[in-house]
């Protein structure tokens, strides 16, 4: 970003429309000014990586990078700054872009593209030609904004919703249009379960590709399902031949006025029809894609359908966070005033994990950090805490929402998405995104590799919540987890997280493609599990129960968690399929203990979870006990922990892991860092010394017939020495905007905004902070830098050498080799949040928000004003201590160190 004093000229005359009054206020040259964002690089500090081996990182290939949802507003790009784009984003750190036209900028109308154009494949084209030589992916939305549709779309393939009117079913069109739409692109929405509808549009696709000379993405995007429609012209006839009779004779059923045991037959049946149709239409998208050697990334939640199914039906499962989560860590702020209210779900999450898990699907991914807080009020530090939550629940492909694209040259802020982190290069939080990317990266270089290491399948009893009553459709949704959180499969899924048991969730579908071999249930897409479990469900299809009983006779463990179902879904011949499903279950003579032999295995039911598991001798990992969390995967050679520490306190002890161990590896994805971990066993299982500050993460690599030999992860003990860095700090502003706020001078940190300069009130940028320090014994074995309190990301020299970067808690470096005994220069530059600078063009009324359609809009979808914000603190605010530490002599319940 280019720093400019503001000159002494005359100001440009802005003018805001008040109460019918005309105001003239000054304007900074800044405003309009076309400006290129240039952070200084944080390359030097970005730790050198050892690949390979058992103590290296994994070799990283572009999936393995954070991706982003990369907005083309009115399609207004250009070769040059496309080029541009992609090489920012690629050395910040990114290796996918997932381009979605949208409206456009106030003022460009000129440089408007119309959506798959001729002239826009031109630089869609480009774009991915660049993003190859980057080693980029490319993924497309195969329409304008989302929803698919547009104008070529007319009313007999546009969305339909029914209703029911003295006993008939009445269908109408109900207008629905394709969201935030691109030039060219506005119309109406396809309708989503129509076979016809689909077709016409990928047809239409078809057709601007050739006419455009388009190249293959990817993968299309699928964006969740926020079609409001709920039926089709084809949806009476595909009822009566996968139904078995007319729905049209049961209208009044349908209706679900009475709410009898008929009319929840019928409605489940009218769901099930639903989902049926929309799975077969997915299925019909993703045969188009790899017709053209594209993939589809799909985003189920939202719709009336088994969402298990629809996920896995794709090449990349998509999940998304839509708001905040709570942590527990020191010093993380969750202020309410930033956030929405949104109930977040990680079970929701894991929906899209699980069925990439059962199907063999490698990578899933996440729309993430939409609405983490308020425009420009997201930290790195909220994105790292979020991103390992999305981790921990099987996601490894992460996704910023995201990304505008922006011309190299334009007024700060640039192009904006009314929804997104504003994770772009005129965002001050960019200049440090680079090392949160690194780290991510690790994270999911090692979460791709290998494959899901999870004992048990949760059985998802979908058909208890269509056979719920009601009426219409019932669509399963990310912002409101009820139908997951608040039933039973739920609270057994929440149970064995808290409780250190793994699980992925199956659906009747993928029951029937599991088998039995080799002493592990193994799903069609190769993932192997230890059992079963049925969490009380009240309905099931008989088929379903027979494939269980089938796995159970072939040697596996069903475990039934309180009670068998007892009756079928649905209404044709209900009363017959329910007979042979009590024939089914009538066979089984469980023990006492709730026992039944089924041919070589087992079906077990009990009202204690725990007791189901302990009998189908599943190990629990005692890791949660002391408030971590964790995910598994298997390699040929060693089972793969991550595990974080959201919890209050610092864990500094032996822990024991369920993998047999006989050596282990302990990796830092935040410094890159390894080492061979300390290792005993004890009662006859492995244990390895972690110590964990509240926010960190470790990989823990367990090899069962390895020793691995290498550099021992050094463990850490306090000699309680601290120094409290005091003293003159000399304070110079030196990369941001507007303007770069007078060099200070003091001897008390304090937040920018409070040092008696009225330019730090609006800035948005680094200031770095230089102070020395005495350390009179340099020559002890460890020291620690803390830096306390960090508004928002630190970058730390000593003595001029990079120590390293800090964006998220804990803010603490380990500064052994860079302190010399007397005196030593430390040096901290530290970059802030842009919010005060947003502040300030709004309290100027400075016209930025100049986007068309929805413009921005704050997180609770509210006018966007910033004007009425109080500054955001800014700076190093403290304490600094340096800590002295030591290795020990020994471990507890260890030898000696020699």
Request: with cysteine; glycine share 8%; proline share 6%.
């Amino acid at each position: 970003m280019t720093n400019r004093p503001m000159p002494q000229t005359a100001a440009i005359t802005l003018i805001v429309w008040l109460a019918g009054l005309t105001i003239a206020l000054p304007a900074s040259p800044e405003d309009s000014a076309a400006t290129t964002p240039s952070w200084t690089a944080p390359d030097a500090f970005l730790p050198t990586e050892v690949s390979g081996g058992e103590l290296g990182w994994p070799a990283v290939i572009p999936e393995a990078r954070p991706g982003a949802y990369w907005w083309w507003p009115g399609g207004a790009v250009t070769r040059e700054d496309l080029t541009w784009n992609l090489e920012t984003y690629r050395h910040a750190g990114w290796g996918n872009m997932g381009v979605v036209g949208i409206y456009g900028v106030r003022g460009e109308k000129d440089r408007f593209i119309d959506t798959f154009s001729p002239k826009w494949f031109e630089m869609f084209n480009h774009a991915v030609a660049e993003a190859h030589r980057l080693e980029m992916n490319i993924d497309l939305t195969p329409s304008s904004g989302w929803r698919m549709g547009g104008p070529h779309v007319k009313s007999e393939h546009g969305e339909q919703t029914f209703a029911v009117k003295d006993g008939r079913i009445e269908v109408r069109q109900n207008g629905a249009r394709v969201k935030r739409a691109g030039p060219g692109g506005a119309g109406l929405a396809i309708n989503p379960y129509s076979e016809a509808a689909v077709a016409f549009h990928l047809k239409w696709m078809d057709e601007n590709f050739v006419r455009g000379r388009g190249v293959a993405p990817r993968a299309f995007y699928y964006d969740s399902f926020e079609n409001p429609g709920n039926w089709c012209p084809e949806f009476l006839e595909t009822f009566r031949q996968l139904r078995g009779y007319s729905l049209q004779e049961h209208a009044d059923a349908l209706a679900g006025l009475d709410d009898t045991d008929k009319s929840r037959r019928i409605i489940f049946d009218y769901r099930q029809t639903l989902s049926d149709l929309l799975l077969d239409r997915v299925e019909q998208i993703v045969r188009w894609g790899k017709e053209r050697g594209s993939g589809l990334r799909m985003q189920a939640h939202g719709a009336p359908a088994n969402l298990l199914d629809m996920y896995a039906a794709s090449e990349f499962p998509e999940t998304e966070v839509f708001g905040a989560t709570p942590f527990d860590i020191p010093g993380y702020r969750r202020d309410p005033e930033w956030i929405r209210l949104d109930r977040q779900s990680d079970l929701v999450n894991r929906f899209a994990s699980s069925a990439a898990h059962v199907a063999g699907r490698n990578v899933v991914i996440s729309e993430s950090f939409t609405w983490l807080r308020n425009h420009y009020h997201t930290a790195l530090s909220h994105i790292k805490a979020e991103s390992d939550n999305l981790l921990l629940n099987g996601i490894n492909g992460i996704y910023y929402h995201g990304i505008c694209y922006a011309p190299k040259q334009t007024a700060w802020p640039g192009w904006l998405f009314y929804a997104s982190t504003q994770a772009n290069a005129r965002n001050s939080i960019f200049r440090d995104v680079p090392a949160l990317n690194a780290y991510i990266t690790r994270c999911q270089s090692v979460l791709q590799a290998g494959r899901p290491h999870n004992d048990v399948l949760l059985y998802w009893p979908v058909n208890d919540l269509w056979m719920s009553g009601g009426s219409g459709e019932l669509r399963f949704a990310v912002h409101h987890p009820e139908w997951i959180e608040e039933t039973p499969c739920g609270q057994a899924g929440r149970w064995m997280i808290d409780h250190g048991y793994t699980f992925d969730f199956t659906s009747d579908r993928q029951v029937l493609h599991t088998q039995f071999e080799a002493g592990s249930l193994r799903t069609d897409g190769g993932s192997e599990y230890r059992a079963v479990l049925v969490p009380a469900a009240q309905f099931m299809k008989a088929e379903t129960a027979e494939s269980l009983l089938d796995l159970a006779a072939a040697g596996a463990t069903v475990l039934v968690w309180k009670l068998l179902p007892h009756d079928v879904p649905g209404w044709s011949d209900h009363a017959e399929r329910k007979k042979r499903l009590d024939s089914q279950l009538g066979r089984l003579r469980p023990d006492a203990n709730g026992v039944a032999t089924v041919g070589k295995g087992k079906l077990i039911v009990n009202d204690d979870l725990q007791s189901l598991l302990d009998m189908a001798s599943i190990s629990r990992e005692p890791l949660v006990d002391h408030g971590l969390k964790f995910i598994r995967r298997q390699s040929a050679s060693h089972v793969t922990y991550f595990v974080a520490n959201h919890s209050a306190d610092e864990v500094n002890r032996w822990m024991a892991i369920a993998s047999p161990c006989r050596s282990a590896v302990l990796m830092d994805p935040m410094t890159a860092r390894t080492g061979v971990a300390p290792i005993r066993v004890q009662d006859g299982r492995a244990e390895v010394y972690l110590q964990m500050q509240p926010g960190e993460t470790r990989v823990l690599r367990a090899f069962a017939d390895k020793t691995v030999n290498g550099p021992a992860w050094p463990i850490w003990q306090s000699t309680g020495q601290t120094i409290a860095v005091e003293g003159m700090w000399r304070i110079q502003f030196v990369e941001g905007g507007p303007v770069l706020p007078k060099p200070i001078t003091t001897q008390k940190l304090a937040c920018w905004t409070e040092l008696g300069d009225d330019e730090a009130d609006r800035f948005a940028g680094v200031g770095r902070y230089r102070v020395m320090v005495n350390v009179p014994n340099a020559d002890a074995e460890g020291w620690f830098l803390d830096l306390g309190d960090v508004r928002e990301s630190a970058r730390v020299w000593v003595n001029g050498i990079e120590a390293g970067i800090l964006v998220a808690h804990p803010f603490r470096l380990n500064v052994t080799d860079l302190l010399r005994q007397g005196e030593n220069e430390l040096v901290i530059e530290v970059t802030n949040l842009s919010a005060n600078r947003i502040r300030d063009l709004d309290r100027r009324g400075v016209d930025w928000k100049k986007f068309h359609d929805i413009n921005l809009v704050s997180h609770m979808y509210k006018p966007f004003d910033a004007s009425i914000w109080k500054p955001k603190p800014s700076g190093l605010l403290g304490p600094v201590t340096f800590r002295k530490v030591k290795l020990p002599d020994k471990l507890p319940g260890s030898q000696a160190r020699q």
